[in-house]
C-alpha cells in the first residue's frame, strides 16, 4: 500500500491548501516515491482550470511555483526520514521552505494534468536541497531547486 | 489618477487570476508606482484565509511566490515602458517569467493584508530583472529575485 509522505504528517502540520490532508477545500497533492526510480517522488495535480495566467490556456506561473513548492516539501521530509532510518510509514519529519528557485522553460497549459518529479539532491543536517520538475503533456514546462529546512 | 499597471495591459493578456483585470475570480492585484519613492512599485492583497500552509495560521507558500511573481511582472512591463519613453497611461509591453526565487524569511500570517515592493534592478533589452519583498503586518517575510522577459 502506497503510503504518501503528506500523510506521514501530524496534525496540526496536515493545513497545506496545496497538499494538506485536512485541508477540505485544498488539491492534497499526494506524492510517493517512484517504484521505478527509487530515488524520485512524483505526483499528479491538476489545478482548477480558472487559474490562468495572462493569457488564457496557459496556467498562472505562481500556480507552478506553488506546486513545486509542496511537492519538493514533501520529497524533502521524506528524504530526510529515509536518511534518519525510518520506514516509508513512519510520521516523518517536517521541512519548511527556505528557498524556491523555479525556472519557466515554456508555458504550462491549463486543464491538463501535471506531472511533478522530485530528488533531493544533498542533506546536510536540517538542510536539504531538492531538484524538482513539472511536466504537462509530456513536455518539461518549469524546474526548481529548493532549499528545505527541516524544523521538527 | 492612478493607473495600474494592470490596466494597461490589452484585453487578451488580462486574464490572470492574481493580477488580470477581466479575470473575474481572481485577486487582481494592482500596482502602481511609488510616490515616495519614483522607482518602486507597490501593491497590496489580502489572499484568502483558507489558503494555509502546513500549520493553520501560516500563509501557503506557493501564494508568498505568486503573488511576488504578478507583481514583478507588472513592475517589469512598467519599467520597461518608462525605459521606453511611454507614458504612466500607455498601454504597455507585456513580460513572462524566465525565472523566479523567493528567500522565505519568516513565516507569512494569513488573513492580513500583504504589501508588495518592487522595483527593477537592471534593464537589458528584453530582459528585466526585479527585486521585490513581501511585507506583513510591518516586517519582511520574504524576499525575490525575478527575471522577466519582454514578449510584446
Redesign the interface.
Known sequence: MTTYFQDR?PD???????C?RL?Q??WRISSSWDPEHPDQAFAVVKPPA???????GNL????V???L??HS?GTAAASKARELGLSDQDESP?C?????????LK?TPVGVPLRLIAQASSIDGRKIWVDARLEAEGEVCATSRALMIQVV
Chains 1, 2 share one sequence.
Open positions: 504528517y496540526n502540520y496536515a493545513h497545506c491548501y496545496g494538506g485541508n477545500n485544498g480558472e487559474l490562468t495566467g495572462g493569457w488564457a498562472w506561473g505562481g500556480v511555483a506553488a506546486v513548492d509542496c516539501a517536517r519548511v521552505t527556505a528557498s524556491l528557485a523555479v525556472d519557466y508555458p
